[in-house]
């Protein structure tokens, strides 16, 4: 899908009788925007593809693009390309940019503020990012602009190395092929946090019309970068091996790699390379940069059809790891083979905990703990990594979800404590600190050097998380996301998170609900007792429902995508790998039935 950005923005006249015979279909702000778009300052192409809509009658369209201004969130913006107030384009984008521009220009008053920008392989990416950077540059706002697309974790990365004091990368990570999105940085290398996000967010808003926006680019402050910002990087990268020795013995480990058409297949096959891998099969089909994904339903790495080419080359090439990474290459997806040489895809959570595993056991054998180490989680990520933290005498935070909430954490301890390593169940995860999001490419290489250091010592992935299940505690965690498009979808979930807040269920899997923690009001309240806790967390809107035999269910709207999702995590103990396979069963019927119970 292209968008056509016509250049032409003589405002035209709106004649209010386009709109009478369907104005009754359309809710008052839908108008009022549709009106705003028809009158103000935009191109003519999207004038007259917007009255075609009216003269068809498509009220569908219509709605959805207009019945809202695409918001700026805590993250940035996200959402479907296209025309209209609700979509991704030149002008929401060239909105977003203007108002960072301004918070940018009020914070840092009397400074040559820089800025770093990257994009992803996404349809239409390379275009936006270009009016991004004009707009930064017409503010007065130097501008290092990656060449070409690039890992959102090393936009991370420049914004710390070259100083600067914001960031923002083009990218919609996972979602489907009609999506982009501008995730902003601060002067840290992380995603906006408050107060900082709402600043922004305020500024954004206050931005009335389109012609407060300075489209014309000051080219003299807008600076290439590329190779210069790679090799440092995966220098950085190469500092953080712990098992050099295994990785010599096991450098020939068969490796199969995909970027799934995304930015990966720029940093991954090098920084393997940099740690001395040598047999790593490329998915060639999936190294063409392609914002309309061909190969795949979705460019999701936690989705089991993404990996699936992948596979198909790992059998051919009788291969012991498969990796694949999102578009912008801040997730990971692997797949390993089972105990009887089967094929199976690991979740964010298992591979998260194995990671975290090896870490700290090879961190406690090369360097030893000094009493300040730290590891990193999410509040809906697996309770395995607690206990592997608690196992080794390191703490253990736990967050909101998005990984920007990590990233402000590591910031928050720089200098006092020691990050180790850091992850998420969607896939994300952090080893060193040299950046301040969820990397992809770090976690690509300590993957393999995990998986020969395992080998090195007669062992598999699959076979050491088994382990980490019988030392630790088994655990088990399922994520179901439902659906629910446009307004009437957005709608729907919240009416949903309501009566969950309202009638909280007595009953999951057969356990008693025992605690409700409401993320949203900052209360924990223990149904047996009636007592209430205050909890120290930001307001989020989260529910979590904790039942008397340990499992944790948590329901959570998502901030990027219109969905609603669910986390499940049951646990019990493993007493030895022999009763994997039962247990396991045990588990999954457990799984099971509380999703029953919540009707999804």
Known sequence: MRIRFATNNKPMSFNSSILASIEHQLDSTTITNIKKWLDGSYDSATKEEIKQWINEKKIEELTDSFYKDLEFGTGGLRGIMGIGSNR???????????????????????????????????????????????????NGIKVYFFESLRPTPELSYAVRRLGCQS?????????????????????????????????????????????????????????????????????????????????????????????????????????????????????????????????????????????????????KNDAELVMATDPDADRIGIAVKNTEGEWVLLNGNMTGSLLIGYMLAAWKNTKGFAGNEYIVKTIVTSQLMDAIAAHYGVKCYNTLTGFKFIGSLMTSLEGKEQFIVGG???????????????????????????????????????????????????????????????????????????????????HLGGSRVVQVKDYASGEAKNLVDESVERMDFPSSNVLQFITEDGSVISARPSGTEPKIKFYCSVNTQLVSASEFRRVEGVLEQRVHAILADLGV
């Open 424 to 506: 998420e169940e969607s896939y994300g995860y952090l080893v060193g600190d040299h950046v301040r999001d969820k990397d992809a490419v770090v976690s690509a290489v300590m993957i393999a050097e995990m998986a020969a250091y395992y080998k090195d010592q007669g062992s598999s992935l699959y076979e050491a998380l088994i382990n980490l299940y019988v030392e630790h505690g088994f655990y088990r965690e399922r994520l179901v996301s439902v659906t629910k498009k446009g307004k009437a979808g957005a709608e729907e979930i919240q009416a949903m998170m309501a009566g969950y807040r309202t009638t909280p269920p007595s």
């Open 167 to 315: 960031g923002v990368v083009l990218t919609a990570s996972h979602n489907p092929k009609e999506y982009n999105g501008f995730k902003a940085y601060g002067a840290d290398g992380g995603q906006l946090v408050a107060p900082y996000d709402r600043d922004v967010m305020d500024e954004v808003r206050s931005i009335s019309s389109i012609d407060e926006v300075q489209f014309t680019a000051n080219s003299e402050l807008i600076q290439p970068i590329g190779e210069d910002i790679d090799t440092p990087y995966i220098d950085e990268l190469v500092q953080l091996s712990l098992s050099k020795e295994a990785i010599k013995h096991q450098g020939d480990l068969s490796i199969v790699f995909s970027p799934i058409h995304g930015t990966a297949g720029v940093l991954v096959p090098p920084a393997l390379e940099a740690f001395g891998f040598t047999n790593v099969q490329l998915v060639e089909e999936q190294m063409v940069v392609d914002g309309n994904f061909p190969t795949v339903v979705y460019p999701n790495p936690e989705e089991q059809e993404a990996l699936s080419m992948a596979i198909e080359t790992a059998k």
């Open 88 to 138: 991704v384009n030149k002008y929401t984008f060239g909105t977003a940019t203007q108002g960072l521009s301004n918070f940018l220009n009020k914070t840092y008053p009397n400074e040559q503020i820089k800025v770093a920008i990257a994009y992803d392989c996404r349809n239409n990416s390379d275009t936006l990012a270009q009016i991004v950077a004009d707009v930064f540059s017409a």
